[in-house]
């Protein structure tokens, strides 16, 4: 079955930096484009980035353009987001996302970005 887990989550300053790491298994990842959604208290889950399968075409949210990257690494399973200048408003539960060709999503269970001085 599908397992998605995040990990590098913590707590950083205003200004810091983080990367996040998804593991992914249970279908050919290689294959699938994969994303990084956010949700903070109180607000809808928000998409982040997207990447397509051989990491050709990229996207940001507009108010993460120019400070956040998105990788994947097809022989590790992993896709990756490097978080630089971060914001207090970037603070939020950061979640790896599959969608299938049916438009069923997979989600991981999250890791928690506290940007606090």
């Known amino acids: 079955q599908v397992q998605l887990v995040e990990s590098g989550g913590g707590l950083v300053q205003p200004g810091g930096s983080l990367r996040l790491s998804c593991a992914a298994s249970?279908?050919?990842?290689?294959?699938?484009?994969m994303r990084w959604y956010r949700q903070a208290p109180g607000k809808e889950r928000e998409l982040v980035a997207v990447?397509?399968?051989?990491?050709?075409?990229?996207s940001y949210a507009d108010s993460v353009k120019g400070r956040f990257t998105i990788s994947r690494d097809n022989a590790k399973n992993t896709v990756y987001l490097q978080m630089n200048s971060l914001k207090p408003e970037d603070a939020a539960v950061y979640y790896c996302?599959?969608?299938?060709?049916?438009?069923?999503?997979?989600w991981g269970q999250g890791t928690q970005v506290t940007v606090s001085s």
């Open positions: 249970g279908f050919t990842f290689s294959n699938y484009a």
């Open positions: 996302n599959l969608r299938s060709y049916y438009g069923d999503d997979f």
């Open positions: 990447i397509t399968r051989a990491g050709g075409t990229i």
